[in-house]
């Protein structure tokens, strides 16, 4: 299927052949595989993962978002291994940011390579899903970014460095803001974090400080 992209956000070259945008996560089977039903604009997908190992501990991610009622939330993990077209895939289910704010358990094993999706419920029809920026060029980590310096910057990371702690805290900073969209410009969101944090690869381009993605990106 042909579909037309903004030009800020190309497709990504993720080396995982026929993948669409990772978008609204519906279900978890038992044998890892994640069934993953795009929003209106993007085709279904399924991703195909390794489960977790039984005795993997997980990680308490909690994500403050205000300014964001309504705003549907996602993370994932995509890792770069030895063979480029087997990355390690984990995803969760999606859910609603409540009382500004959302939070997921995630293996520990899971945490590297880990990156959030917002999808807001003011966003035109972008052709992508927003990323939270981990990590703007520049910035290193315990920098405090706000909304001006991120808007300025257009290079961003969307890749957590991973923890093993039992809680994690990251604050995200979400603003509406206009971008080019698949027709023309539409409202879209700058989303990152308050907060730089230690990050993974790749660098990728990000549009007056917003990040986007089509396809799946993978860490390493």
Known sequence: MHRTVPTPF???ATGLAGMAALAAVTGLAAAGTVAATAATSTPTTTLTTTAARADDGTTRVVLPI??????????YSALATDDPAEPRLWASLEKRVRDGKVAFAVPHS???GM?????APWEGHTGYDTNVVFRYAGHGAGDVVDTEVAAARNRASSCFEGTSRDKVTLPVVVRRVQVP???GPV????AHLETTTPWLSPMRRAHEGVLGQQDVTVCR
Not at 66 to 75: A, I, K, N, T
Not at 187 to 190: D, F, I, P, R, Y
């Open 10 to 12: 190309a497709p990504l």
């Open 66 to 75: 205000e300014d964001c009622r309504g705003c549907r939330v996602q993370v």
């Open 110 to 112: 899971r945490t590297p």
């Open 115 to 119: 990156q959030v999706v917002v999808r």
């Open 181 to 183: 969209g698949v027709h």
């Open 187 to 190: 409202a879209g969101t700058l």
